[in-house]
């Protein structure tokens, strides 16, 4: 079956640069959510989209910023990169919103600050 | 506020051998629900279950059981003759009904199962 596809799959920038993380939900997906996965630590929510609207808003930096497109796809864009922003960026999907909703979650972008 | 422990970091036991992971809860709501997660080396977050607040039933699924109990707000998971590609870190996590606009995920801090050969 068709899963969450996360790309890229790793990305190493320096400092102050900017990245972009993308984000293809399962086919039929409306809902979108990323997480932060500090080293050794457990996800952390940062932001969800249900149908191209903001959902839901964690303790996402104000650097980053995100949205959902027509096509359901999502982006994670993150600027003036900080050392700390190193982590493991989870995309997960679901179909339909709701706190029942099991979110299936992609591999995962590893993101190195140098 | 709602809040998930796993007071487990790691347990390592020898293969074959069953074991079972902690997890406790926290929450306000009457009505949440509760997932396990596991993620492997390769670190992909893989969905295990889903368990909503009004049913209590256990369930088996193969070498995997969990255990829910609302008296003592624990969702405990049993996996049996453990195999060495169960060696993972396993989250619990718990997300609330009460506004249905939050659909985050709370985590536990994961624990880390190392099956041994």
């Known amino acids: 079956a068709a899963g969450v596809i996360q790309s890229p799959r790793h990305l190493i920038k320096e400092k102050r640069e900017t990245a972009t993380l993308k984000c293809y939900p399962i086919?039929?997906?409306?809902?979108v959510y990323w997480y932060q996965q500090g080293p050794g630590q457990d996800p952390q929510f940062l932001i969800s989209f249900y149908e191209k609207m903001q959902s839901d808003k964690g303790s996402i930096p104000d650097r980053f910023s995100a949205q959902q497109f027509s096509d359901y796809h999502s982006e994670l864009n993150m600027s003036s990169l900080e050392l700390g922003d190193s982590a493991l960026y989870f995309c997960?999907?679901?179909?339909?919103?709701?706190?029942?909703?099991?979110?299936?979650f992609g591999d995962g972008t590893r993101l190195s600050i140098l | 506020a709602q809040k998930v422990t796993q007071a487990q970091t790691e347990i390592s036991v020898v293969e074959k051998e069953d074991v079972t992971l902690d997890c406790v809860y926290e929450t306000r709501d009457t009505t949440y629900y509760l997932f396990w997660y596991k993620q492997p080396p390769s670190g992909e977050l893989v969905f295990l279950i889903r368990r909503n607040s009004f049913d209590e039933q256990n369930e088996i699924s193969g070498r995997y059981s969990w255990n829910f109990q609302k008296s003592t707000s624990s969702f405990n998971f049993t996996i049996t003759a453990s195999q060495v590609v169960d060696s993972a870190v396993y989250f619990c996590a718990l997300s609330e009904a009460s506004n249905f606009g939050n659909e985050k995920l709370t985590f536990g801090t994961g624990t880390r199962l190392t099956i041994i050969p």
């Open positions: 086919p039929r997906h409306d809902t």
């Open positions: 997960a999907s679901s179909r339909g919103r709701g706190p029942h909703q099991p979110q299936h």
